[in-house]
């Protein structure tokens, strides 16, 4: 059985391709070897490459460093841009080490916008507008600052806090006039020095002279 297949076979070499088996077998081994050095050649540096980014990867994280009280434009540098700096961003004006989560906060991820700023207003309105990139929450409905919690809630439990954003807000008008009602009313409780105040002598000198201004 095995026989006859052998001799169909060597047929069918020489049908389809003009060639004896011994010259097709021994080209179809070139081409193999062939083909296994070129994969060797060119796919090894692509294993190396691979291996490479992947060890990149698995590199352990440098532990998280306290920043304390800064400010806006301070946290604007741990955008992911400068990759031997944390990558940081701000709820609520709390900061967060969000440096494991790079591949969708740093640069190219979905959310890479969000790095380096207090981004609030866009988590509650989940909004990639550069005009909801603030920490200003104030005309949010009910359902965004719920959205907006929900975040809060999922930092905390995932990342580090390293700080919070120096506040920079002016004193209020309400603070502004309080002061100045306070002042007036102190001036108002010092005596009036300059008065003439109406004392009994003066009254007794006014009442003799209308006195002598009759009797003449």
Do not use: C
């Not at 193999?32 to 540096?45: D, K, M």
């Not at 700096?85 to 900061?95: D, E, F, R």
């Not at 309105?125 to 550069?130: A, H, L, R």
């Not at 909801?132 to 965004?144: N, R």
């Amino acid at each position: 059985m095995s026989l006859q297949l052998w001799e169909t076979l060597k047929e069918a070499i020489a049908a389809y391709t003009g060639l004896s088996p011994t010259t097709f077998f021994t080209m179809l081994a070139v081409l193999v070897a062939i083909y296994h050095v070129a994969s060797g050649l060119f796919g090894s540096s692509d294993n190396h490459q691979r291996a490479r980014s992947s060890e990149e990867e698995m590199q352990p994280l440098p532990p998280p460093v306290q920043l304390g009280e800064i400010t806006e434009e301070e946290l604007k540098q741990y955008d992911g841009s400068d990759s031997k700096k944390p990558l940081l961003m701000a709820i609520k004006g709390q900061i967060y080490d969000v440096s494991q989560s790079r591949m969708f906060y740093g640069p190219g991820g979905p959310y890479a916008l969000f790095a380096g700023k207090d981004a609030s207003r866009a988590l509650a309105k989940m909004s990639f507008e550069d005009k909801d990139l603030t920490g200003d929450i104030s005309g949010l409905g009910p359902f965004e600052l719920e959205a907006l919690q929900d975040w809060e809630y999922k930092f905390m439990s995932k990342y580090v806090k390293v700080g919070s954003i120096k506040s920079t807000a002016p004193a209020t008008e309400g603070e502004s006039t309080g002061e100045t009602a306070k002042a007036i009313d102190q001036d108002a409780a010092k005596p009036a020095e300059d008065i003439p105040s109406d004392s009994p002598a003066v009254k007794s000198e006014e009442t003799s002279s209308s006195a002598e201004a009759k009797q003449e």
